[in-house]
């Protein structure tokens, strides 16, 4: 008796086991725990984005500029940049007046007609709307 007492127990400490690791399976499976590289389409880039007093403009070339009227600048007097998108990486080089480039790249979170928003690596994240 005292031996088939040992092979129950036994059984049951495996039962346990296996639905304790099921358990844990189904819970790693409900979660997201791969980054899943988004892809957003890049035709929705193109056009007139304000936030606030920042506007940025994408043609659909690969081209564009961005002023900020809080800094007194006109849309005529905006930097000029070159950009791309992949997946979710927007990539834009700025032109600076004085020569010299620099890049700027951000992670887009949500792109669609009318909202477009992305973030740096140091925490600023930016929404836009479509304005035109």
């Known amino acids: 008796m005292r031996k088939n007492h040992h092979i129950i127990q036994s059984i049951r400490k495996n039962c346990i086991f296996g639905l304790f690791f099921c358990l844990i399976v189904l819970l790693m499976a ?69 020569g010299g480039n620099v890049p700027k790249t951000y992670t887009v979170t949500k792109l669609n007609t009318t909202s477009l928003e992305y973030h740096d690596d140091y925490g600023k994240y930016y929404s836009f709307v479509k304005d035109k």
């Not at 980054?35 to 007139?48: A, I, M, Q, V, W």
């Open 30 to 98: 409900s979660c997201d725990l791969f980054n899943r590289d988004e892809k957003f389409d890049k035709t929705l880039l193109s056009g007139y984005w304000v936030k606030g007093t920042l506007h940025e403009f994408y043609n659909a070339n690969g081209t564009g500029y961005t002023w900020d009227t809080a800094d007194d600048v006109t849309e005529e007097e905006a930097q000029p940049f070159t950009w791309t998108l992949e997946k979710a990486t927007l990539t834009q080089i700025h032109q600076m007046e004085m």
